[in-house]
């Protein structure tokens, strides 16, 4: 078969950038580079052949969609953000009429992202799960409950919003200012509230590609600091290994009949069990420690989807790797200058040594601003 066409969907996240070179060297492929605009980081990169846009206001025209994947003819299509993988699920059957795309089905992409639907089948998976409120505030109300209840609490979004919706909560004083901070940026669902894991405060991801229900490739990662600093995106990330939390994941994520890509997330108690968190249902952010270490999700998904068409080299994999993410570490300090430490922040990114995720090859894309800085 000669060389593949692929589609990238998010060309906002930096690791979007990462899949695109990974892609490129494993098969060669003519990629397409999809972003929401021109200033997007992906549509300057040297590994895309074609680029296009699909703005906001298009992405809730299923046309729009499914007129750039008829223009450019892709053999298959990947979403790496949140919405975008959102918007192919919804599409999903309309898609597939036209390109290939390795996605869970619609019910078990729901459910994934309704982090109380996922609670239920943990428990009965014998997962442990935080403590939770949320009923007794929904009871009651913030304002009269708040006294009662037991502190620290975590608060965030019942379901998956593609951002950073959370916030921790130390006393009363601040609970129903933090409840309803984190209320005003949803949209569906509800805030969820639940006991604060007290503990090392690092956030340990069991990756994995899945095939209609059953693991081809998995990979773990334990997050040592992270923006924003409570449960954010890594920013130091060292490989990990556990096989019981990996045979834990791999059984809840069978109980959804899972296809594609998924992160199992976990945080660890004081006593060291291990707690739920939830399941992140795309590439993650700290994606390129896990093509580094060899395992290549994206390139592998190619190969899956293409039905044995296609077929990439196996490489070595590496164990006890540590990456840092310093462009994720800076762009969080310019946006909290006023509770940051420059020089802490700096020293976290260069002691102690560790490989960049930064392609040094491709640093126009790299190195473009995010919109909020762009002039």
Not at 3 to 27: C, Q, W, Y
Not at 156 to 185: H, L, M, P, R, W
Not at 187 to 197: A, K, N, P, S
Not at 199 to 208: I, K, L
Request: charge should be negative; proline fraction near 4%.
């Amino acid at each position: 078969m000669q060389v593949p066409k692929v589609m990238l969907l998010g060309g906002e996240t930096l690791h979007s950038l990462r899949i695109a070179a990974e892609v490129k060297r494993d098969t060669g492929a003519s990629i397409t580079g999809i972003g929401k605009s021109r200033e997007s980081r992906l549509l300057r990169s040297r590994y895309c052949s074609t680029i296009d846009t699909l703005s906001e206001s298009e992405r809730k025209n299923r046309t729009a969609l499914l007129t750039l994947i008829d223009r450019y003819e892709p053999d298959v299509v990947i979403p790496t953000g949140y919405e975008e993988t959102e918007l192919l699920v919804e599409y999903r059957e309309s898609v597939r009429q036209l390109t290939n795309v390795c996605l869970p089905p619609r019910q078990s992409f729901e459910t994934a992202v309704s982090k109380q639907q996922v609670y239920e089948i943990a428990a009965d998976a014998d997962i442990d799960t935080p403590t939770d409120f949320t009923q007794l505030v929904t009871d009651n109300s913030p304002e009269t409950i708040a006294e009662k209840l037991e502190y620290p609490l975590f608060l965030k979004a019942s379901k998956e919003t593609g951002g950073n919706v959370t916030a921790k909560v130390k006393s009363s004083d601040s609970f129903c200012e933090k409840y309803y901070e984190i209320d005003a940026q949803i949209d569906d669902g509800e805030v969820l509230v639940q006991e604060y894991i007290e503990g090392e405060n690092h956030t340990y991801g069991f990756c994995f590609l899945f095939d209609h229900g059953e693991p081809v490739l998995s990979f773990a990662h334990k997050e040592l600091r992270s923006v924003p600093r409570e449960g954010g995106s890594g920013t130091r990330v060292r490989s990990y290994h556990d096989d019981s939390l990996t045979t834990a994941s791999i059984r809840l994520l069978r109980r959804l009949d899972w296809h594609g890509i998924a992160m199992v997330e976990y945080v660890k108690r004081r006593d060291g069990s291990f707690v739920l968190m939830e399941i992140n249902p795309k590439f993650w952010a700290s994606y390129a420690l896990a093509s580094q270490c060899g395992y290549r999700f994206a390139s592998h998904l190619i190969e899956l989807t293409l039905d044995k068409s296609f077929r990439i080299e196996p490489m070595v994999k590496k164990k006890n790797m540590e990456m840092v993410f310093p462009l994720r570490e800076f762009n969080h300090y310019l946006l909290n200058r006023d509770e940051e430490s420059f020089l802490e922040c700096t020293s976290a990114m260069f002691w102690p040594s560790a490989s960049w995720d930064i392609d040094f090859r491709d640093l126009r894309a790299w190195l473009t601003l995010p919109r909020r800085f762009s002039s």
